[in-house]
């Protein structure tokens, strides 16, 4: 089952990577959506601006070393019409983030989707609908 | 536009799968996962947009002198934005001279004065919105990506200054033929790519757009491109912008925390031509 969802999620991601982008820089220029990984950690900072809101999470590995992911978000107004507020992420929530890694190797990313410390799944990519919140 | 909506039910599909494997995967978190989910980022303001559209279309509203009232806030044509063929009347390609045709090729999206925050020119939209104050005389663009500028058109029987200098928006005057606003722009700089591919252009650009409400809740408009510098004839290209309802034109000044230029690679998309 795994490994056909797997399979499912690989080919969509695949297809989706020659879509067009329609951000102010081009995303398929800057991140790796064949790459993309779960990232869990705590959260050191938020920057809410623009062109990007970004956080910064600490993702320790089995080795115990740490290392600080700079997360790219939508932009605030875009992220404000979706029903996210600034406050929904602060330093010390521990999150786990669906990144597309960027594609020169900085620690870096495009993320998907953040599952606060709440359990609440924030979508910043499709659920416009749904307000942006699951 | 079929690739639009082509890519409308792969962002769909990404969701759906996203979910479904997020569901059984608890255990699985910190691993890598295997693929992507949506990676057309700049997806996210066009669907932040969805539901402020307008629902409801009226007749078209009139000012005091009986003129078409394009005030509101329009929501963005995504055929201006990657790549401005998509505009063209179906079948139709951009009528590039050679030399553009390699500048098209060969651009990068690091080197789009758009990903460094700089004007997005005319015609090339954001996908943001933008607002129309309009009044009898002027006619003013309140464009909220990509660095929060605006448009002025003068509407006031004036004709363009002689020796003007090159700029990002040209200088813009307006008449009324019938119920059409039809905008004349000159004075351009060779600054600004046409759109993320980076059609380009000369100083010669001439551009005409003509506006039309047909009802309440759309904004519609064809731009006409003359530029002998670059291309071997005129084209036109066609649009349509939403009415929104329930927001305002937003703070967005690109220039405040732009980290990606340095990380940005290759092309976002290849030219057609």
Redesign the interface.
Known sequence: ??TK?????????????A??????????????????????GVVTKV?W????A?FYVDVKDKSGNVTNW?L?L?????????GWTRDILKPGDKV?V?V?P???G?K?A?A??VTLADGR?M???????QGGVQ | MRRDIACSIVNALSLAALLALSATSASAQGQPEPAGVNPAGGGVPMRSLERLKSKAAGPTPRTADGKPDLSGIWGPEPNFMGDISNALKPGEKLPLQPWAVKVSRERLSKDDPEASCLPAGIPRQTPFPFKIIQTPKLIVFLIEGNMHTYRQIFVDGSSHPKDLDPNWFGDSRGTWQGDTLVVDTIGFNDKFWFDGIGHPHTEKLHIVERYRRPDSAHLEYEVTIDDPGAYTRPFTMYGRSPLLQNTEIMEYFCSENNQDVAHVLGKGRPAKE
Request: with cysteine.
């Open positions: 089952m795994r969802l797997g399979l499912l999620v690989a080919v969509v991601g695949l297809l989706a990577a879509c067009p982008a329609l951000a102010h820089h081009a995303f398929v220029a800057q991140y790796d959506a064949s790459r993309s990984m779960m990232l869990q920057e601006t623009n062109p990007h970004r700079n790219e939508a932009s605030p107004n875009a992220l404000r019409r979706l786990s669906f597309a960027a594609k020169d900085a870096m495009n998907r989707t799944k979508v910043a990519g499709i659920a416009a609908e």
